[in-house]
């Protein structure tokens, strides 16, 4: 199915707020004196799309409830349809209140200035360049590491080559991971003691290590751990299981 809506609550008691037909639901968050705010995130397939999943993890972990719709990347039609939305005519794109944000890092930014009660950046200065440091670094770079391992939930116990590059990024990631335990995990096990928008940003990075069994250090192996206990990323493996389109590029290892 090359589109699909959604409306995706946060869990309370444990139970998965799962499709609810093509018609959808538009969730509006409720928020304490404040005007209410629509919330409507474009994605494309959960099985590969790392920006989708940045995005949407980011709203999801941070307990704020929105409509989802799904358009199949590198189906009929799909580029007429994401025109609709965005100029640029790339997955994600939030539309908050009517208003189009797209770019992973827009949206993050624009979350965390309209909902700032989530805390989705530290509220230590020295901390909160770090984590905007950091995330920065992901959204600019790592290119040999999306090239050579893209993301793939469906597939566990890939095996692919490791060329000097590659080892280079790997190695500036798990720095990151093990440098952010030392400094902030008196506060929490995310990257920065609290959730934020770090997490979101290094989120495909673990599935990755997941699809192709990376063996990690032992003083990188906390995070991950943290991470793939979240409810709401387990939500999205599941949803990313049962997806049939297959994308023969994103498509590496044996």
Not at 13 to 34: N, V
Not at 87 to 113: H, S
Not at 144 to 154: A, S
Request: aromatic residues 10%; contains cysteine.
């Amino acid at each position: 199915m090359a589109l699909g809506l959604t409306g995706y609550r946060p869990r309370e008691t444990g139970s998965i707020q799962g499709h609810i037909g093509e018609i959808g639901l538009l969730l509006k968050t409720e928020r304490p004196g404040k005007d209410r705010m629509s919330a409507k995130l474009i994605i494309g397939n959960k099985n590969y799309s790392t920006w989708s999943l940045r995005a949407w993890f980011l709203l999801a972990e941070a307990g704020i409830e929105f409509e989802e719709e799904r358009l199949a990347l590198d189906s009929e039609g799909f580029a007429s349809k994401i025109a609709k939305y965005s100029p640029a005519c790339r997955v994600p794109v939030l539309i908050l209140n009517g208003q189009p944000v797209w770019d992973t890092m827009a949206i993050a930014e624009t979350v965390a200035e309209h909902w700032p009660e989530k805390g989705l950046w530290p509220s230590d200065a020295n901390a909160r360049a770090h984590a905007r440091s950091v995330c920065a670094e992901m959204h600019s770079g790592f290119w040999i590491l999306r090239e050579l391992m893209p993301m793939n939930c469906r597939a566990m116990g890939r095996t692919v080559a490791l060329p000097d590059e590659l080892a280079a990024d790997i190695d500036r990631i798990l720095e990151i991971w093990s440098d952010c335990h030392k400094k902030y995990q008196s506060g929490g096990d995310w990257l920065f003691g609290d959730f934020s928008v770090a997490d979101a940003m290094y989120a495909p990075v673990v599935l990755r290590f997941r699809t192709y069994g990376m063996n990690l250090p032992q003083s990188a192996v906390a995070y991950p751990k943290r991470l793939l206990k979240s409810d709401v990323l387990q939500d999205w493996l599941a949803a990313a299981e049962s997806e049939t389109e297959v994308i023969e590029r994103e498509e590496k290892g044996q």
